[in-house]
């Protein structure tokens, strides 16, 4: 089955810094992956996804990079902000299911 | 409709006992998920729904709990006899179908004493 690893599980950055988080999954048939962003106490909130039929997307201060050979994708956010501290999951679909990795508590330091 | 409700927000209770949680879905989505997330991980798949059948369920789901959607609309999820190992957040998601981004709920946090 998926398996989705995910690093660093901690990662502190300095405001107006970019932060980039990578993770890894296992099955080659995964073609949807999607990044979510969890704040304290809150469910998980969709922040962007890419399809494995483009190699990146990106939306305001935040990309994805998606390279299916490696079987790698990527998070980067540019000039954080003090409200982009939360913890950042990232996930691939295995069949109609959502397999996620064990995500990266994001620090932004002023 | 804003997004995908949950209730309750909180429970409390002790070993032994039953609990049910609602999940108010996006009126427009067809399929439900229910996970499991326990401090410190991702989001576990329990089972999931697509209109009021129940597609597929994950092995984490033991014979105490189980999950309705009837009328394909909201859905519950009963965990009976709860046991200390079942104390954690339960999330609920939606999408309008299996290629369309899920949204979640706040969760449901259980603790069970």
């Known amino acids: 089955g998926e398996n989705v690893e995910q690093h660093p599980s901690t990662l502190s950055v300095q405001e107006g810094d970019s932060a980039v988080i990578k993770c890894t999954y296992s099955d080659s048939a995964s073609n949807y992956f999607p990044w979510y962003k969890q704040e304290l106490g809150k469910g998980p909130q969709l922040i962007i996804d890419?399809?494995?039929?483009?190699g990146e997307k990106k939306d305001q201060r935040i990309a994805v990079t998606l390279n299916k050979t490696a079987k790698h994708f990527s998070l980067h956010i540019t000039e954080t902000q003090p409200e982009d501290s939360a913890v950042y999951f990232c996930a691939a679909n295995r069949d109609d299911k959502i397999i996620f990795g064990k995500g990266t508590r994001l620090h932004i330091l002023p | 409709d804003t997004g995908v409700s949950q209730d309750p927000r909180h429970k409390i209770t002790k070993r032994g006992q039953n609990v049910t949680f609602r999940c108010d879905p996006i009126?427009?989505?067809?399929?439900l998920y229910w996970y499991r997330q326990t401090l410190g991980q991702g989001p576990e798949f329990l089972t999931y729904f697509q209109n009021e059948a129940q597609l597929e369920k994950s092995r984490l789901l033991s014979d105490r709990f189980s999950a309705e959607r009837p009328k394909g609309s909201f859905s519950t999820l009963e965990i009976q006899r709860t046991e200390q190992g079942d104390s954690a957040m339960y999330l609920c998601?939606?999408?309008?179908?299996?290629?369309?981004?899920?949204?979640f709920g706040p969760g449901t946090r259980l603790t069970v004493t």
């Open positions: 998601a939606s999408s309008f179908s299996v290629y369309n981004e899920q949204y």
């Open positions: 890419i399809r494995s039929n483009v």
């Open positions: 009126s427009e989505h067809n399929r």
